[in-house]
């Protein structure tokens, strides 16, 4: 099997997410990078966010509240075009936050059986046969039982859309090549910019929460950075257009940008499966699947 990219053929890019908005606070700057280079990059959203709260105070109003799940698909469609790729519901229902000890409400996404639940990424994987596939690793990296169900439904999705003996009703085998778990946000992250802050004198948000880092916050091995600092403001407006979820005056547009475009340029990621031999750190998600170069004619 060849499993690299041939000359004539879309590097394509699939990133998993829980609810609309995930697209836009967890790798987005990468993602507006490849699909302006060119690449065909798709969003696949495992639930509508229907039992999200309204984030954002200045639209905290009951009839914003009434109509969260048609807002939320508004949002999503918004997002998506100022990324510029595109973007496809997988259709299931939001778990909501459970508080400790209340149980999960029926039919939710996070109660359903993973083998079922995976079913609808292994047909688009299938459909659209991407090479890189991204989701969260097994924490969820955020402690919400949807993002543990896409780490859970994305790994075997990406198991299974390759073996025709799985699925066999949906669609002809295909293989991604390569398996990468979302690295952001981590605590050299806070710590970075937190220095960088006060050094030059800037009242920085982020040392009450470098002090509440749990000791025991699981730690990914960062294995690959994308340069995407060019498309920090495309972020930044992909994510205000899921306006009833993101608060303008809140604690992430707390930093600037100038400063974060130079002390951290980049997203992160931990590769988590390759079919591919891969030399690692490595700065490019298709590192090992393009093409080689064409030899170049000299006289
Ligand atoms: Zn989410």
Same mark, same amino acid.
């Given at each position: 099997?060849?499993?690299? /990219?041939?000359?004539? +053929? ?12 995930? *697209?836009? =606070? @967890? ?6 990078? !490849? ?14 966010? $229907?039992?999200?709260?309204?984030l ?11 109509? /969260?799940?048609?807002l #939320? ?5 918004a997002?998506? @075009?100022?990324?510029?790729v #595109? ?12 508080a400790?000890?209340?149980?999960l409400?029926d039919?939710c ?6 083998e ?5 990424l292994? #047909?688009l994987i299938?459909?659209?046969r991407p090479?890189?596939?991204?989701t %969260?690793? $097994?924490?969820?990296g %955020? &402690?919400?039982?949807?993002?543990? @169900?896409?780490?859970?439904v994305?790994?075997a ?6 073996d025709?003996d799985? !699925?066999p009703? +949906?669609?002809a085998?295909?293989?991604p090549?390569?398996? %990468? !778990? ?5 605590? *050299?992250?806070?710590q ?11 009242a =920085? ?6 002090? $509440?880092?749990?000791?025991?916050a699981?730690?990914?091995e /960062? ?7 060019d !498309?920090?403001?495309? #972020? ?9 979820? =993101?608060?303008?005056?809140?604690p992430?547009?707390a930093? &600037?940008?100038?400063l +974060?475009?130079?002390?951290? &340029?980049? $997203?992160? %990621?931990?590769?988590a499966r =390759?079919?591919? +031999?891969v030399?690692?750190?490595e700065?490019?998600l298709?590192?090992g699947?393009?093409? &080689? ?7």
């Open positions: 099997m060849n499993l690299r /990219i041939t000359p004539d +053929e879309t590097p394509r890019l699939l990133t998993v997410h829980a609810h609309p908005d995930d *697209e836009s =606070s @967890k790798g987005a700057a990468t993602l507006a990078r !490849y699909a302006a280079e060119g690449v065909d990059v798709l969003v696949a959203t495992c639930t509508g966010g $229907e039992r999200g709260d309204v954002n105070p200045r639209l905290d109003r009951p009839e914003v509240r009434r109509n /969260i799940a048609e #939320r698909r508004a949002e999503m469609a997002a998506r @075009k100022v990324l510029g #595109r973007q496809r519901f997988l259709g299931f229902v939001d778990s909501g936050l459970p400790d000890g209340e149980p409400p039919g996404f996070a109660r359903q059986p993973t079922d639940a995976a079913r609808p292994v #047909r299938r459909e659209f090479h890189v596939v991204i %969260y690793d $097994e924490t969820g %955020y &402690p919400h039982p949807d993002h543990i @169900k896409t780490h859970e994305t790994v999705a990406f198991d299974a859309a390759g025709p799985r !699925y009703r +949906e669609g085998p295909w293989q090549r390569k398996l %990468y !778990y979302q690295a952001a946000f981590s605590r *050299e992250w806070f970075t910019l937190h220095d960088a802050m006060t050094t030059r004198g800037t =920085s948000a982020m040392g009450a929460v470098l002090d $509440e880092w749990p000791d025991t699981p730690k990914l /960062i294995t690959t950075r994308v340069t995407c600092a !498309y920090f403001a495309v #972020r930044d407006r992909a994510l205000l257009a899921h306006a009833t979820q =993101s608060d303008p005056d809140g992430f547009f930093h &600037p940008r100038d +974060e475009r130079e002390v951290w &340029p980049t $997203e992160d %990621y931990h590769l =390759s079919l591919v +031999e030399p690692l750190p700065d490019d298709f590192a699947l393009r093409p &080689p170069a064409p030899a170049v004619m000299t006289t």
